[in-house]
């Protein structure tokens, strides 16, 4: 009776799929994560220090490089997304996921980056500019929607899409960007 339990037991875990959110977080994880602050903490410090004390220059930097990192990431997302699912025919895999949840992080914190200098009397170039920035960190939670959500895999063709479309707003919205 208690073998049959076991083999039961060992059957459902075996057979369970992979919960959409239930992200594990691990010792590289922790690393990283903990590496990327101190990098930011540094990069913070050390803009404030050449901008003479002035918190504004330090956002407004600080909001220029995450746009260049959106794009970058952007780009390098979807080439692993088409190589992903189109050459090798494989479908999600956590460690992309935890990508696609880091680039869309960066993109929220462009935004309350963008929307911090305007609190504090900046203006963008254009007034599409705020629109276009919402549309950037918009882009990635539908796609991660109906990833997740997919009842047919694979689902990577989800996300060639999102990151697509992503890159295409994040170069409009480059072009809309702060007056000089």
């Known amino acids: 009776m208690a073998e049959s339990s076991v083999r039961s037991k060992k059957v459902y875990t ?7 959110f239930s992200l594990k977080f ?9 590496g990327t602050l ?7 410090v050390y803009e404030y220090g050449q901008a003479g ?4 220059i330090v956002l407004k930097s600080v909001h220029f490089h995450l746009s260049r990192y959106g794009l970058i990431m952007s780009l390098v997302m979807l080439g692993t997304a088409f190589y992903v699912g189109i050459v090798r ?7 992309f996921r935890r990508g696609t949840y880091v680039v869309f992080g960066s993109m ?11 609190f504090m009397g900046g203006e963008p170039g254009a007034p599409e500019h705020i629109f276009y920035g919402i549309g950037t960190m918009l882009c990635l939670p539908f796609f991660i929607f109906v990833e997740v959500t997919a009842s ?14 992503m890159m295409g707003v994040i170069v409009r919205c480059l072009g809309t960007g702060p007056r000089a």
């Open 89 to 95: 025919k494989n479908d999600v895999t956590p460690w």
């Open 53 to 56: 004390g002035s918190s504004y």
């Open 14 to 20: 075996q057979g369970t799929p992979e919960r959409p």
């Open 26 to 34: 691990t010792l590289i994880d922790g690393l990283l994560l903990v």
């Open 38 to 44: 101190i990098f930011l903490v540094v990069v913070l």
């Open 152 to 165: 047919k895999r694979p689902s990577m063709g989800s996300y060639i899409w999102g990151f697509f479309l």
């Open 108 to 118: 929220v914190i462009q935004a309350l980056l963008g929307f911090a200098l305007m």
